[in-house]
């Protein structure tokens, strides 16, 4: 069975507190027969993203396809050097399991987090990373690095997949050379839109009505993308 990966932040994310088969990820694999691969991660930054693309590349083939949701540059993934290295296969697992979020089965994901998720907005320890060290103009210069490389690396293994603008700023296509079949602009600003305020509580910030209108979003693309080639 064919497969589609999706990569991303809390955007794409599997909720535990949603019935399963409602995301819209799960919509569309379901509508196309493919087997759901998703290794998204809640407060991921887009090195996390990069690394989530890294690990779909070396097994995706040319008849899976891949969607990948970009963040915004106020995060980074920063290195807990108190959790000891374990013998992981690939830098993906060693994040582990979020608290709301059902996660892939094809990843062995770390008990204790050696990778940390984190924003400019949280408190604790990493405030201080950000109050002293942080500057968000060359995080966005190293994201757009960062996120070429990864899309270049993914394109030699197959031209099927889809770039969502999501929460990063300012992005383009061009940006990160990409083919403008291969882009869309949808944010998140928008999805969060889609949904009822009072019936959002998930972790990936919507609603089933909201999931709904964005797998017909990404269904529009796909069947373009599917025609176009």
């Known amino acids: 069975m064919n497969k589609l990966y999706i990569a991303g932040d809390s955007f794409a994310t599997l909720s535990k507190n949603q019935l399963i088969g409602s995301s819209w990820s799960e919509i569309l694999a379901e509508q196309y027969n493919f087997k759901l691969v998703n290794v998204s991660r809640v407060a991921a930054s887009n090195f996390s993203i990069a690394i989530q693309l890294d690990w779909i590349t070396s097994k995706v083939t040319e008849n899976d396809f891949v969607i990948v949701l970009l963040t915004d540059h106020t995060r980074q993934t920063l290195v807990n050097l108190d959790v000891e290295k374990e013998s992981k296969s690939h830098l993906i697992e060693y994040h582990s399991e979020y608290d709301t979020q059902r996660t892939s089965e094809e990843i062995n994901l770390s008990s204790k987090p050696r990778l940390i998720s984190s924003t400019i907005h949280h408190t604790g320890k990493t405030k201080s990373f950000y109050r002293d060290w942080f500057d968000v103009e060359v995080q966005e210069f190293q994201d757009r690095l960062v996120l070429t490389g990864a899309f270049a690396h993914l394109s030699e293994k197959t031209k099927r997949f889809l770039v969502c603008k999501g929460g990063y700023s300012e992005a383009s296509s ?56």
């Open 174 to 229: 061009e940006k990160f050379c990409l083919d403008e079949n291969n882009y869309v602009s949808l944010t998140a600003q928008t999805m969060k839109n889609w949904s009822e305020p009072l019936n959002s509580e998930t972790s990936n910030h919507m609603d089933s009505m909201a999931h709904k209108k964005v797998s017909i979003y990404f269904k529009k693309y796909l069947e373009k993308f599917y025609k176009d080639r």
